[in-house]
């Protein structure tokens, strides 16, 4: 079992910056992959970002590509989510995730969910 617990979210302005962290118990971390994910008023959950277990390998949302930056540190059951350039329609609540494999952008092949950060950007 693992627990994710996210931190970080508030309210900033556009073109503003955010990090979120995502901290999990127990002391598997490196075996999972993990993902951010958001959710929208209204709107389906989506992807956001993966990291695979070493951290090696990362890969994007288009939509975030190029502004936000995953990371991760193992010795501290830590996954980071660096929002830069933040823009009003990134205003969602964002979950990270944990899957015992390889990673991937889909967000039902994840094992356990964190209970969520809420973001907003004011224009």
């Known amino acids: 079992q693992v627990q994710l617990v996210e931190s970080g979210g508030g309210l900033v302005q556009a073109g503003g910056s955010l990090r979120l962290s995502c901290a999990a118990s127990?002391?598997?971390?490196?075996?999972?992959?993990m993902g951010w994910f958001r959710q929208a008023p209204g709107k389906e959950r989506e992807f956001v970002a993966v990291?695979?277990?070493?951290?090696?390998?990362?890969d994007y949302a288009d939509s975030v590509k190029g502004r936000f930056t995953i990371s991760r540190d193992n010795a501290k059951n830590t996954v980071y989510l660096q929002m830069n350039s933040l823009k009003p329609e990134d205003t969602a609540v964002y979950y990270c995730?944990?899957?015992?494999?390889?990673?991937?952008?889909?967000?039902?092949?994840?094992?356990?969910w964190g209970q969520g950060t809420q973001v907003t950007v004011s224009s």
């Open positions: 995730a944990a899957r015992y494999s390889l990673a991937t952008m889909l967000g039902h092949d994840y094992d356990y």
């Open positions: 127990g002391r598997t971390f490196s075996r999972y992959a």
């Open positions: 990291i695979s277990r070493s951290g090696g390998t990362t």
